[in-house]
């Protein structure tokens, strides 16, 4: 399904978008990944709605890629007597391993692997960072803290610990479940929640031995002092701005989102912008003006996806949300200050002969009369390469492979076409010019540019390069192999 933008779009399913008509309508819509998100839903409901996505892939012919995002360890604090309390400012409250029902001096925290990372003056923030806790003293089974920022705690919020790498590790048990699952039913990302540190991200590929590529979602302090060794650990990056925002100064935020999308594009890694990108849209069927400014900030940096969350999965307009995105990542390309932005922060690598031949596509293409760039490839490494240039013309990602499309789906720009396994160049540039004619990129009267690695089916062999007409009875008589 052609698109007419490069950007991609995430949306989260839910309970307001389960259903084969919901589903379809958001995918033709212009939702080109669907994130299943392991922290809701049962098991028999993640695998119906991966049933349903795979069926509209198959009825539009369109691959669609499937996100399961897993929940990671969740920190939160035991229940109250009364339900809640009112922590004042300048009071003490006292966090410990008693599971005795608190009340407005104590309450149960049971996760002493806080307790043993703990140290003075350490901050704490409950419920989204609306309440704040410093800590006084601690010990291995208890917290004394200053309530700094004071507000209503309840039954089982959540806890964050903004300034200490916790012991944890990024998989719980029921992570460990999820992740086995998923990886059983054929998903194509896997979205890790916390991660602190490479070795993370380690432990996950090796659960996943090779049926999902791994996203690392951003969150956490640690994470971004990290990040060069978790992106060169993971397949992709999510700036989760949500749990970024509470456990950093809120202004902190958009400095970092842009470092870590041009960091993730110089990788040739796709990153996804999320969190409370159109939030009003769960309740509005249009979003605020900051809300767009937003989105399309994301699109100017250049992320390779922009994602909706409960917009999509539990609110009242989830197409009009997709819409919406779709709407305005058009009117963003479309602006020349985009092409500007994105071509001027282009980073040059051309240490390998696929870095090359990719950039020589891109030049070609943006010098001469060349309507799109045709890319074969088995593992996607050529069709990220390429996608990293942001050429300004469409490019078409052709592999036999289903779940190399599946994941491709992912990253800015690229269009995927499945090919038969092919064993001669002449065949592959055939393939190509059918594909950009059957895509709408291309008329007979143009000419197209081809790459691919010779010998064909061997990932990390791309080593040609052709300009091509895109008429069939031309490239017999102009290509004698």
Request: net charge negative; aromatic share 4%; proline share 5%.
């Amino acid at each position: 399904m052609r698109r007419h933008r490069n950007v991609k779009i995430v949306a989260t399913l839910g309970p307001a978008s389960g259903t084969y008509e919901m589903i379809r309508a958001l995918h033709e819509a212009g939702a080109d990944v669907f994130r299943l998100n392991m922290s809701h839903g049962e098991h028999d409901d993640i695998r119906e709605k991966h049933r349903i996505i795979r069926q509209v892939e198959k009825d539009l012919d369109s691959p669609i890629a499937i996100l399961a995002d897993l929940q990671g360890p969740k920190l939160r604090v035991g229940v109250f007597a009364n339900g809640e309390e009112d922590l004042v400012p300048g009071a003490q409250f006292r966090l410990d391993l008693d599971a005795a029902e608190g009340d407005s001096t104590r309450v149960n925290l049971p996760h002493p692997e806080i307790f043993e990372a703990l140290r003075e003056g350490a901050t704490l923030l409950v419920n989204d960072g609306k309440i704040r806790l410093r800590v006084l003293e601690c010990s291995k089974t208890h917290a004394n803290c200053e309530v700094v920022v004071g507000g209503v705690i309840s039954n089982r919020k959540g806890v964050n610990v903004p300034d200490v790498e916790l012991p944890l590790a990024a998989l719980s048990e029921k992570d460990r479940r999820d992740l086995e699952f998923v990886c059983e039913l054929g998903v194509d990302w896997l979205a890790l929640s916390f991660v602190q540190r490479p070795e993370d991200v380690t432990e996950a590929r090796a659960l996943a031995a090779g049926r999902a590529a791994i996203l690392s979602k951003i969150e956490k302090p640690s994470a971004v002092t990290r990040f060069n060794g978790i992106l060169a650990a993971s397949d992709g990056i999510m700036v989760a701005r949500g749990d970024l925002g509470v456990e950093l100064p809120v202004q902190n935020v958009p400095p970092i989102q842009k470092r870590l999308v041009r960091a993730c594009r110089a990788a040739a890694k796709p990153v996804i912008v999320a969190t409370q990108m159109l939030e009003s849209m769960i309740e509005s069927p249009v979003p605020t003006r900051a809300e767009v400014s937003d989105v399309a900030t994301a699109i100017y940096e250049g992320a390779d996806a922009i994602m909706l969350s409960a917009e999509s999965a539990a609110g009242n307009y989830p197409i009009e949300a997709v819409t919406t995105m779709d709407n305005v990542a058009r009117e963003v390309e479309g602006d020349p200050t985009y092409t500007q932005i994105i071509e001027a922060s282009r980073t040059a690598s051309r240490t390998t002969v696929a870095y090359g031949i990719v950039a020589a596509a891109r030049e070609i293409a943006e010098t001469t009369d060349i309507k799109v760039i045709c890319c074969f490839t088995q593992s996607g490494t050529t069709a990220l390469l390429t996608s990293r240039e942001r050429p300004r013309v469409p490019i078409i990602a052709m592999t036999s492979e289903r779940g190399t499309a599946r994941r491709l789906a992912l990253s800015w720009g690229i269009n995927c076409v499945m090919t038969p396994e092919l064993d001669r160049f002449k065949e592959a540039v055939i393939n190509a010019a059918r594909a950009a004619r059957a895509q709408g990129y291309a008329t007979t009267l143009d000419q197209i540019v081809v790459t691919a690695g010779v010998p064909f089916n061997v990932p990390g062999t791309t080593n040609i390069l052709r300009v091509a007409p895109c008429q069939e009875s031309l490239i017999y008589a102009t290509d004698p192999g």
